[in-house]
């Protein structure tokens, strides 16, 4: 297994098995609300650890969800590191939007949560990638709603 995602529920799994997991979820309660969340955020030590996490949330019913780490080479500003996280999101994001249309759920709209927010450092950087987001046709949440970046994903990069 090349590619390998993580449940806290299930264990590891392949890209196509966390689909086949995700869709199950979303098919068993067809009436009820559901949102689909990426976030990545990364954190610094020797190198990057990037964690990619995706959320499935049936809404007021709980959460199962995923997450995939990578180690890169040190990024030298943090503009660069997060429009890399963006990216990361972005092209997870479009990867499963295909996967699940082809599954019949096309119709699942997809929030990008982005590790940035009006305090701090990232707050010039918001108007920005959140319009790479919108450009590319998702919903995006940035910091105190973006959970699934600096809570879900934060909590795998250490």
């Given amino acids: 297994m090349k590619e390998v995602y993580n449940s806290p529920t299930k ?21 009820e609300a559901h949102k689909l969340i990426i976030g990545t955020d990364s954190h610094t030590r020797d190198d990057l650890c990037f964690v990619s996490a995706i959320v499935v949330h049936r809404v007021g019913k709980g959460a ?12 030298a500003s943090l503009r660069q590191k997060i429009f ?6 972005l ?3 479009s990867r499963i939007a295909d996967a ?6 096309g119709h699942m709209n ?8 009006q305090s701090g450092d990232t707050r010039d950087l918001i108007r920005e990638v959140v319009g790479m987001v919108v450009g590319s046709g998702f919903d995006a949440k940035i910091k105190p709603d973006s959970y699934g ?5 934060d909590k ?3």
Avoid at 11 to 31: R, Y
Avoid at 84 to 89: A, K, M, N, Q
Avoid at 100 to 105: D, I, K, S, T, V
Avoid at 149 to 153: D, E, G, L, N
């Fill in 100 to 105: 699940l249309a082809e599954r019949g759920l």
């Fill in 64 to 75: 199962r969800y995923y997450y995939r780490k990578r180690r890169q080479r040190k990024i």
């Fill in 149 to 153: 970046a600096s809570t879900v994903a």
């Fill in 11 to 31: 264990g590891p799994m392949s890209f196509e098995t966390m689909l086949d997991d995700m869709v199950a979820i979303l098919t068993a309660a067809p009436g």
């Fill in 84 to 89: 890399y996280e963006t990216s990361l999101s």
């Fill in 156 to 158: 795998y990069t250490k």
């Fill in 91 to 93: 092209a997870l994001a």
């Fill in 110 to 117: 997809l929030e990008i949560h982005l590790d940035v927010g």
